[in-house]
Nanobody, 114 residues
Framework: QVQLVESGGGLVQSGGSLTLSCQTS????????VTWYRQAPGKERELVAS???????TYADSVKGRFTVSRDSAKKAGYLQMNGLKPEDSGIYYC????????WGQGTQVTVSP
């Protein structure tokens, strides 16, 4: 059974940092990308960052230069290092991968206070 479990969210002041983790299980981690999305209240879910199985990364323009996506094959985990957080970064952050269908974690809440 494919599972993704996010952790590391919390409340932080503007300008602060958080590192989110996405622990995976049930599939061959090295063969799939790990992608991070976020969803703010009343807004659609948006792509934040992604890292392919080969380590190529992409970022939303709004987080470039502040967020860093990474992965650890030995731990079968993905990470999202978030620096310089802004109130508009608040939302529920989800990690996802595609194994015959899109698989999502349960999400972790990030709240950035002004």
């Amino acid at each position: 059974q494919v599972q993704l479990v996010e952790s590391g969210g919390g409340l932080v002041q503007s300008g602060g940092s958080l590192t989110l983790s996405c622990q995976t299980s049930g599939y061959v981690f090295n063969m799939n990308a790990v992608t991070w999305y976020r969803q703010a209240p009343g807004k659609e879910r948006e792509l934040v960052a992604s890292i392919t199985s080969k380590g190529a990364t992409t970022y939303a323009d709004s987080v470039k230069g502040r967020f860093t996506v990474s992965r650890d094959s030995a731990k079968k985990a993905g990470y999202l290092q978030m620096n310089g957080l802004k109130p508009e970064d608040s939302g529920i952050y989800y990690c996802t991968t595609f194994i015959r269908q899109q698989i999502w974690g349960q999400g972790t809440q990030v709240t950035v206070s002004p």
